[in-house]
């Protein structure tokens, strides 16, 4: 009797650390959005606040200035995209789960962006360039969203390691700060072209690109 009654208890009691919490997709993510000022993602149906360690002035700094960059070429040969910063993108895990990620700069179809001017800023739609500038959680920029950007099917994705933050398996051994540019091939996979120093950028998104690593890393 004493038994089975202890083990009527811990069922009970693993029955009471059930997380029934609804998970949120994409869309009540993007309208429930704090608009405190600060960064969240949607990461496996939780908005988790980005730590603000990650947005130093001079990860800030990089950002604008490829932003400023880019913007500059989209003017100069009339192209068809729009520079955002800071907006949610829908993504998918490996687990097949909803994601709400936050480049530090997206590069947008501007068809695609006006489509419909009264939704909320955040896209479903599959972009055109992402920007990663690395901060302490490296792991993510190099790994996660490495994986969900081209399981999205996103042409090009930037990892900016102005820190030479991530490991010797990326930057290698010494570690030297990095411009690394991913460029979705046939097979719908990323091919990685690394850029330091004195080196031209390679963009597929901005062909005439006037810009070496050198001079982001340097910000």
Known sequence: MVAITSTENKTENKLKTIDLKPKLTFDQFIEIYPEDGKHYELIDGEIIEISEMAFTRNHDDVGEFIDRR???EVERLSLNYVIKRSIPIRTISQEGNERGRIP???VIDATVWRSNRRDY????EKIQ????VVSTNWEDDYIDKFQEY???GIPEYWI????ATGSREFLGNPKIPTVFVNLLDENGKYQTNK???????????FPELDLTAVQILNV
């Open 160 to 163: 900016v390691d102005y820190l």
């Open 129 to 132: 360039l992402t920007v990663e």
């Open 150 to 152: 081209e399981r999205m």
């Open 121 to 124: 800023r955040g896209l479903r």
């Open 70 to 72: 880019f913007y500059r």
């Open 104 to 106: 530090d700069l997206s």
């Open 195 to 205: 850029f330091t120093g004195d080196d031209r950028i390679i963009s597929r998104t």
